[in-house]
């Protein structure tokens, strides 16, 4: 069984950064694409990026591209998502995902092997 475990959010001034983790148990956690997703209250819940197995391609949502960079450690069995230049509407709950035999384009689809149990992100302005 693979748990996923995000971490990193907080509260923040729009313009300020912080960095989400998403440690990963598990022997093959270097075979798994994976995923950034978050949902604010009373919105679905959005893919914002995602990264290959072996970290060489990624995506990013129009929403967050340039300010946003997603990558990972499979030494470390951990993903990270490197957010600046926060904004207000980042705000919302952010959650991690992992497919055993997914690829960057089904980690736009809203289902996956393996979710954590999210990280709350608050911009203030």
């Known amino acids: 069984q693979v748990q996923l475990v995000e971490s990193g959010g907080g509260l923040v001034q729009a313009g300020g950064s912080l960095r989400l983790s998403c440690a990963a148990s598990?022997?093959?956690?270097?075979?798994?694409?994976m995923g950034w997703f978050r949902q604010a209250p009373g919105k679905e819940r959005d893919l914002v990026a995602a990264?290959?197995?072996?970290?060489?391609?990624?995506y990013y949502s129009n929403s967050v591209k340039g300010r946003f960079t997603i990558s990972r450690d499979n030494a470390k069995n951990t993903m990270f998502l490197q957010m600046n230049s926060l904004k207000p509407e980042d705000t919302a709950v952010y959650y991690c995902?992992?497919?055993?035999?997914?690829?960057?384009?089904?980690?736009?689809?809203?289902?996956?092997?393996?979710w954590g149990r999210g990280t709350q992100v608050t911009v203030s302005s």
């Open positions: 598990g022997r093959t956690f270097s075979t798994y694409v």
């Open positions: 990264i290959s197995w072996s970290g060489d391609n990624t």
């Open positions: 995902a992992a497919d055993t035999n997914g690829t960057i384009a089904t980690m736009s689809l809203p289902v996956h092997d393996y």
